[in-house]
């Protein structure tokens, strides 16, 4: 597989719980130039950024890091999840295709090293004068996207039983919808602690005629750990008045009786403000038959053709406990079909995460500037291999034969795909201008 290197595809350059960033890891602290870090003056900073969004009380974090007598107790452990990028759970390679993220909450190696300096320095305190300013939050801080315009949440509980198989349930709320509207970011996920520990995944769908169509058209997706959607510029999704949400959960009882509730927030356009581009989420690459025998790996592949030359702005892996690893590259139309000898396809791969873990159905959204840029009859071929062996600590029996299915205990293997279709002179204009904007930072280096 190639590395992204064309006009056509441009890169940048190139570890708790779910650690939303506030800033990105290409302004984060560098260790300071004390020879001594310490918590109160390079440590805290990290956190802030990194890690209390989740690590506070009342969020989904098992602990809290807000001080260091909060931290202290989990320094050890903090340097082992820090330093095998772990944590903050952000498994993309960071050496294979695009790297550069929107809200990359990923530490940096100058980061890692200063915890992994203070630990083995016996994590020392500081002065308390040098601690920034402590960070304050609100419920809305939970959000991945942002505070939200709009949020729809179940009008009651759905009561999940203590014991037995999956249940799938849908759930039609009406948020009472008086006009159109354009969404640019999306998010939904579980609305309290107790629904997050039985909720495998659910999806969100709009429903304009409920005789007519009563499961809708795909929003939006929540699994374990999963993040949200934020679309790329003047691009949107059209809710229009009178949809209705239809909430389709899949659910795993616990042990024990549980209300459920879940949520989605939506940041929308201002009123009479239309994006240019129409922006959506789907599957690709989903594998027709998944074929895994006891104590092996397996691989799988599948594909998906645009139609229309598109901007991709996100991918996020699908697969559940023995998902491995999952790569997404482009195969290009062949531009030399009508010579005697049109050569081999082109190829670049253009993101993979090397580290799955069931536990982060993370979106990884691509910084605008370097989002791929694929000209229409590109396939969009998706790899994935799924662990069926004793090694994998989240295998629930590699003595079992494992094939496709919906629950947690059968495999998928596909990925979310957040894209906008472009018109063929808008595309060329993207490419050329990519290209003109890639040979002017050579010109400055």
């Not at 997050?196 to 809708?216: I, M, Q, R």
């Not at 901007?311 to 997404?328: D, E, I, T, Y």
């Amino acid at each position: 597989m190639g590395v992204l290197r064309g006009p056509l595809v441009a890169i940048g350059a190139g570890a708790f719980v779910i650690c939303v960033a506030v800033g990105s890891p290409a302004s984060a602290q560098t260790p300071s130039s004390s020879a001594q870090p310490t918590f109160a003056k390079d440590v805290a900073p990290i956190l802030q950024r990194a890690c209390q969004n989740c690590h506070r009380p009342g969020s989904v974090a098992p602990m809290s890091l807000l001080t260091y007598q909060d931290s202290r107790p989990w320094a050890r452990s903090i340097k082992a999840k820090v330093a095998a990028r772990e944590m903050p759970p952000w498994h993309i390679d960071r050496n294979v295709g695009i790297t550069k993220f929107k809200d990359d909450p990923s530490l940096t190696d100058a980061e890692i090293a200063t915890i992994v300096t203070w630990v083995d320095a016996g994590a020392p305190q500081g002065n308390p004068a040098d601690l920034p300013k402590p960070r304050e939050f609100s419920d809305l801080d939970a959000w991945y996207i942002g505070k939200p315009d709009l949020v729809v949440e179940m009008k009651k509980p759905y009561i999940l039983p203590p014991n037995g198989p999956d249940n799938i349930v849908d759930v039609m709320v009406d948020p009472g919808f008086t006009e159109d509207m354009y969404v640019m970011a999306i998010e939904s996920k579980p609305a309290d602690p107790r629904s997050f520990k039985v909720v495998h995944h659910f999806t969100t769908n709009l429903v304009e005629d409920p005789d007519e169509d009563p499961t809708g058209l795909f929003l939006n997706e929540y699994a374990l750990g999963k993040n949200g959607d934020i679309f790329p510029p003047n691009s949107g999704r059209l809710i229009k008045a009178g949809t209705k949400i239809n909430f389709n959960l899949h659910l795993n009882p616990r042990g024990e009786e549980t209300p459920v509730s879940v949520k989605l927030g939506l940041k929308v356009f201002p009123r009479g403000q239309v994006p240019k581009y129409v922006a959506f989420t789907q599957h690709m690459g989903d594998a027709p038959e998944l074929d895994i025998p006891p104590g092996q790996i397996a691989r799988h592949d599948g594909y998906f053709r645009l139609p229309r030359p598109a901007l991709v702005a996100s991918f996020q892996p699908h697969m559940h406990n023995r998902g491995k690893a999952m790569c997404m590259e482009a195969i290009y139309p062949d531009v030399r079909a009508d010579s005697a000898r049109p050569g081999p396809a082109r190829v670049e791969t253009i993101s993979c995460v090397s580290n799955y873990q069931f536990g982060w159905h993370i979106t990884y959204p691509y910084a605008d500037d370097v989002a791929p840029l694929l000209p229409a009859g590109t396939i969009v071929h998706i790899t994935s291999w799924h662990d069926n062996t004793q090694n994998n600590r989240w295998n629930p029996n590699p003595k079992n034969w494992v094939g496709g299915g919906s629950r947690s205990i059968d495999e998928m293997s596909f990925a979310w795909v957040t894209i906008t279709y472009l018109e063929e002179a808008d595309f060329k204009q993207r490419v050329a201008e990519r290209a003109k904007a890639a040979r002017t930072s050579q010109q400055q280096q």
